[in-house]
Nanobody, 129 residues
Framework: QVQLVETGGGLVQAGGSLRLSCAAS?????????????MAWFRQAEGKEREFVAA????????NYADSVQGRFTISRDHAKNTAYLQMNSLKPEDAAVYHC?????????????????WGPGRQVTVSS
């Protein structure tokens, strides 16, 4: 069974930077591993629906970003460490949320929650104005 654990995040002033990490272990019930899967980040602000932030293909060669974070956030992955990252720069108060990493079998263009079967518990990101 796949397990995802996020680290990083925390409190930062507007305009600052934070990095989130997502360590993966195990296999999906179809036998897929981290290196065979698309990784994504979603976020959920208080009182709002969970929304897509970014995704990276299994090879790392393809990425997709929500318009709201394009040019400020960068998703990456390290196969040797079975870890995905989300570098967040120029943070805004509206970026504050609980950030979850997710793993799924489809392409980076799949941005719906239902496309991802495995989720981390989430990390809080707070941005003060």
């Amino acid at each position: 069974q796949v397990q995802l654990v996020e680290t990083g995040g925390g409190l930062v002033q507007a305009g600052g930077s934070l990095r989130l990490s997502c360590a993966a272990s195990g296999r999906t019930f179809q036998g897929r591993t981290f290196s065979m899967s698309t990784m994504a980040w979603f976020r959920q602000a208080e009182g709002k629906e969970r929304e897509f932030v970014a995704a990276i293909s299994s090879s790392g060669g393809g990425t997709n970003y929500a318009d709201s974070v394009q040019g400020r956030f960068t998703i990456s992955r390290d196969h040797a460490k079975n870890t995905a990252y989300l570098q967040m720069n120029s943070l805004k108060p509206e970026d504050a949320a609980v950030y979850h990493c997710a793993l799924g079998p489809f392409t980076v263009n799949n941005v719906l929650r239902s496309h991802y079967s495995y989720w981390g518990p989430g990390r809080q990101v707070t941005v003060s104005s």
